[in-house]
């Protein structure tokens, strides 16, 4: 006996089955509407979508580092020392390869933003 709050009932949940059925036999959109699908990753959209986000070199890597970094510090970490925001990142559960290369930064350097610490984390610098 089912006694939960369900918004639809038993007739609704079978027709959504129907529905989602060759999505999930697939592994993609079945709709003929192109309208109704999902909308692909573009070019240059920040690689947090894929997968971590570390600090390399490369177009676009200091933007999607610094997304990344401000995604996971948010502006009240800064202005801060290297081992204080690595300090964050761990409670905020960043990648261990982030957080390494942040506390491995020169201690007694202030970052004041999310920017300056994904210069000085990526190769390029600009």
Known sequence: MQRGSDRLNVHRDDEMKQELQGLLRSGHPTRVEEWNDPEPAADDDPEVAGGPVEPGSGPGRQ?????????????????????????????????????????ALPAKTVFHTASDLAKALTDDGG
């Open 63 to 103: 933007d999607a580092v610094r997304l990344e970094l401000g995604r996971l510090l948010g502006r009240t970490s800064f202005p801060a020392t290297p081992p204080a925001l690595a300090d964050a990142l761990r409670e905020r559960t960043a990648p261990d390869r982030l957080v390494e290369l942040v506390a």
